[in-house]
């Protein structure tokens, strides 16, 4: 199971953690998603953390303003959003697969019921 949290509305330029509590499985067997689904458009990755070496990727949209990281005693994973613009107002998912890490929303599984993230003045 993955709950996430965090969501709110913030100004443009502002920043939010959300966060991804996982259960029912070990976090460190699992790669671990973000996605992103703006309004009226489909489901989109936008970083992920891997079970393997713990490496971060990231679409150019998010690079260098987005940190996705991983608490394993928490069973959490987190995304750091800053400079926060409107086109990233969206439902916020996490994701988790075990065998696949890629930004495909097919690849994954396991899936949370979304935190809303609202930005604009």
């Known amino acids: 199971q993955l709950v996430e949290s965090g969501g709110g509305l913030v100004q443009p330029g502002g920043s939010l953690t959300l966060s991804c509590v996982t259960s029912?499985?070990?976090?460190?067997?699992?790669?671990i998603a973000w996605f992103h689904q703006a309004p009226g458009q489909r489901r989109e990755g936008v970083a992920f953390?891997?079970?393997?070496?713990?490496?971060?990727y990231y679409t150019d949209a998010v690079k260098g303003r987005f940190t996705i990281s991983k608490d394993i005693a928490q069973n959490t994973i987190y995304l750091q959003m800053n400079r926060l613009k409107a086109e990233d107002t969206g439902v916020y998912y996490c994701?988790?697969?075990?065998?696949?890490?890629?930004?495909?929303?097919?690849?994954?599984?396991?899936w949370g019921r979304g935190t809303q993230v609202t930005v604009s003045s």
């Open positions: 994701a988790a697969d075990p065998f696949r890490a890629s930004f495909g929303a097919r690849d994954y599984d396991v």
């Open positions: 029912g499985f070990t976090l460190d067997y699992y790669t």
């Open positions: 953390i891997t079970s393997s070496d713990g490496g971060s």
